[in-house]
């Protein structure tokens, strides 16, 4: 079957940078997505990587290996405003997504 | 700005019911999505839509259904509710390319009882 693993929470203090990483096992695919959904809120596109390495959007990286089938969202400097639940998901065709469980990053100060 | 609109914040319904629940979105996209999400499960998608009249499966559809008439406008349909589809549903749009970035709505939170 086609699954996406990620741990289910990550804890961290203020200004300090966290790594969340996101295993995979998906046909078809075409690249790797994360969302960030805070409490009660729609999950919001953050990054997308179709190509091995890393894309930087500010405070937030992602890094991608196709060999590895593993990627991983980048934090850093880290806000109390961060806190929320992260998920990865895998682009297949179609624009089809499948979701990772989500990690939930507290961000303590 | 990317707007995708649900019916319903918050629903009640009764076990048995048919249940109706609307998504618009103004963005002209072509792939229309419905997901359920319940804790510790992540989304999990249930129909999607290419295109008007267009529907495919997604990985938990029994129970469900959809239409597609209008390009802004998908719904999902409950036939007849039960308490196992209280949930969270999320409805998203997409354009073609570019990462397929995926637009939600603000969901609808449905309890059957």
């Known amino acids: 079957g086609q699954s996406l693993e990620q741990p289910s929470e990550v804890t961290a203090v203020e200004g300090a940078i966290v790594q969340i990483n996101c295993t995979y096992q998906?046909?078809?695919?075409?690249?790797l997505s994360w969302y960030q959904q805070h409490d009660g809120g729609a999950p919001t596109f953050l990054s997308y990587n179709a190509l091995d390495g890393l894309e930087e959007t500010g405070r937030f990286s992602s890094f991608l290996s196709r060999s590895d089938s593993y990627g991983y969202l980048l934090l850093q400097e880290l806000q109390m405003k961060d806190s929320a639940s992260y998920f990865c998901?895998?682009?297949?065709?179609?624009?089809?997504?499948?979701f990772g469980q989500g990690t939930e990053l507290s961000v303590k100060p | 700005d990317v707007k995708v609109t649900q019916s319903s914040r918050y629903l009640v319904k009764r076990t048995g019911e048919k249940v109706f629940l609307e998504c618009v979105q103004d963005?002209?996209?072509?792939?229309m999505f419905w997901y359920r999400q319940d804790p510790g499960l992540g989304l999990r998608l249930i129909y999607f839509s290419y295109d008007v009249k267009m529907k495919e499966k997604g990985d938990i559809p029994e129970g469900y259904s959809v239409s597609r008439e209008k390009k802004e406008r998908f719904s999902l349909i409950l036939e007849s509710a039960s308490t196992n589809q209280t949930s969270m549903y999320l409805c998203?749009?997409?354009?073609?390319?570019?990462?397929?970035?995926?637009?939600f709505g603000p969901g609808t939170r449905l309890t059957v009882l």
């Open positions: 998906t046909s078809g695919f075409y690249g």
């Open positions: 998901a895998s682009l297949g065709q179609g624009g089809k997504l499948i």
């Open positions: 963005m002209d996209h072509e792939n």
């Open positions: 998203a749009s997409s354009g073609r390319g570019g990462g397929d970035t995926q637009y």
